[in-house]
């Protein structure tokens, strides 16, 4: 069974950082293209980033160049670096794979930009 298991986030200034993680088991976890997703309250989830099995990476257009995308394919573990980070990016966030023609989600990380 596939689990992801997140960890960072939390509560910062705007123009400050920070990172959310997420441990992923019970999958080959090179092999896959991993996401990571937003939802803030009343809003539908959207994506915020995508990195392939290579290495390449994707950006929704309100994150590029703050945010940045990473895996490590010995850990078994994806990171979303965010920095100048704006009260807009205030959401619940959440890593994804789809795997075996399934989603799976991480529990989710609250992240909150607020002087």
């Known amino acids: 069974q596939v689990h992801l298991v997140q960890s960072g986030g939390g509560l910062v200034q705007p123009g400050g950082s920070l990172r959310v993680s997420c441990a992923a088991s019970g999958m080959n976890f090179r092999l896959y293209s991993m996401d990571w997703y937003r939802q803030a309250p009343g809003n539908q989830r959207e994506l915020v980033a995508q990195i392939g099995s290579s290495g390449d990476t994707n950006y929704a257009d309100s994150v590029k160049d703050r945010f940045t995308i990473s895996r490590d394919n010995v850990r078994n573990r994806l990171s979303l670096q965010m920095n100048n980070l704006k009260p807009e990016d205030t959401a619940v966030y959440y890593c994804?794979?789809?795997?075996?023609?399934?989603?799976?989600w991480g529990q989710g990380t609250q992240v909150t930009v607020s002087s």
């Open positions: 994804h794979v789809r795997a075996r023609e399934r989603d799976f």
